[in-house]
């Protein structure tokens, strides 16, 4: 059983910077690909940043320059530093955790509200 707990969402001026943490628990963690999506309302889930055990990441265009995605193995446990936040980054971001098709897992969520 795989669990995910998202932390760091919240209300932030266009400008400024959050982190997001998750904390993952349970079988194959350490070994599987941990990332960030987000959905805005009314849009679909969309990709924000993955990264492998080994820190091979893909980041989303849309955020490229500006947030940063890492994970400690030590910990289990996976970031997104978000900088220069956009009104349009507005979204529930969700922590993923992938290790097949049969095996992807999701956080419930945190919340970011980006205020212009």
């Known amino acids: 059983q795989v669990q995910l707990a998202e932390s760091g969402g919240g209300l932030v001026e266009a400008g400024g910077s959050l982190r997001l943490s998750c904390a993952a628990s349970g079988s194959f963690v350490s070994g599987a690909q941990l990332g960030w999506y987000r959905q805005a309302p009314g849009k679909q889930r969309e990709l924000v940043a993955t990264i492998t055990r080994g820190g091979y990441t893909n980041v989303a265009d849309s955020v490229t320059g500006r947030f940063t995605i890492t994970r400690d193995n030590t910990k289990n446990a996976v970031y997104l530093q978000m900088n220069s936040l956009k009104p349009e980054d507005t979204a529930v971001y969700y922590c993923?955790?992938?290790?097949?098709?049969?095996?992807?897992?999701w956080g419930e969520g945190t919340l970011v509200t980006v205020s212009s």
């Open positions: 993923n955790l992938w290790l097949s098709r049969s095996m992807n897992y």
